[in-house]
C-alpha cells in the first residue's frame, strides 16, 4: 500500500508549472521578430501617479518663472501642516522663528538663509518650492523628505512668518485678543528678553578656524520664539565645536 501511495506522489511531481514557457526580463526571446521578450512602451507612456499635468504645482514655476501665488487656498489645515514640517525638517539651519540661527548655524555651519531680510522678503513664494525641490548653495534639496503637497505648504508657512515680523494690531480679526509677547514670556515664566530679537553670530568657527559670519539681520523687535530650547546661548556668538580649543 505504502508503494502505491508512493508511486501517486511520484505521477504527482511533474515539471510543467516549472518548464512552463514564460518571458524572464531583459532576455532573449524568438516569440518577437526583435528577439526581445520585454515589449517597448507605448510613445507617451506615464507612470501611474507620475502625470503631473499641473506644471506649476510640481515645478514652482510657469513659464520658466517663479510667481508669487499658491496653487491652492491657504487654509488653517495648510498652515498649520507647514508649521509642522517645517519644525521638523527646516529649524536645524533656519530656527523657528525663520532668521536663519538654527542650532547647527550656532555650531558652525555655514549662516542659513535669513527670510526677514529685504532680499528674501522680495522674493516670490514658489522661490521657496523651488528650492525644496532642487536645492540651493549648501542646502539640499528635500523632494524625498517632502511631498509636493507639503513643499507649498512649507512655503506658505515661511510667508506667514514674514508677514507675521510686519503684522500690526488692525490685521487682527475683530474680537481677537492681542498679547505682547514679553507679558506671554512673563506669564510662561521665562525672561521678559526670550521675546526679543535674535541676531546672527558675528564670528562661527568651522573646523577649529574662526571665520566671519555675515549677519542677515535679525527680525523685527517682539519677535519670540516657542519654546525656550530654540533660544539661542548667550555665547552663541563666541562658541566652538567640541574639541576645539
Known sequence: MAAGAALMLAAGCRQDMQDQPKMFPQRESVMFPDGRSVRPQVLNTVARGQLHEDEY????????????????????????????????????????????????????????????????????????????????????????????????????????????????????????????????????GLNPSFAGPWPLPADTYVQGTPTVGIAAGAPAEGVSAPNAATAPPKNAGTSKPEGSK
Open 57 to 188: 504645482f510640481y515645478t514652482g514655476l510657469m513659464d520658466g518663472k517663479e510667481q508669487d501665488a499658491l496653487p491652492f487656498p491657504a487654509t488653517m489645515q495648510v498652515l498649520e501642516r507647514g508649521q509642522e514640517r517645517f519644525n521638523i525638517y527646516c529649524t536645524p539651519c533656519h530656527s523657528r522663528v525663520g532668521n536663519g540661527l538654527g542650532m547647527i548655524v550656532e555650531r558652525g555651519y555655514k549662516p542659513a538663509g535669513n527670510y526677514h531680510d529685504p532680499k528674501r522678503l522680495a522674493q516670490p513664494l514658489s522661490h521657496y518650492f523651488v528650492v525644496m525641490t532642487n536645492g540651493y548653495g549648501a542646502m539640499p534639496d528635500y523632494s524625498a523628505q517632502l511631498t509636493p503637497e507639503d513643499r507649498w505648504a512649507v512655503a506658505a508657512y515661511i510667508r506667514a512668518l514674514q508677514l507675521s515680523q510686519a503684522a500690526k494690531p488692525a490685521d487682527v480679526p475683530a474680537g481677537t485678543q492681542v498679547q505682547d509677547l514679553k507679558d506671554i514670556a512673563t506669564q510662561e
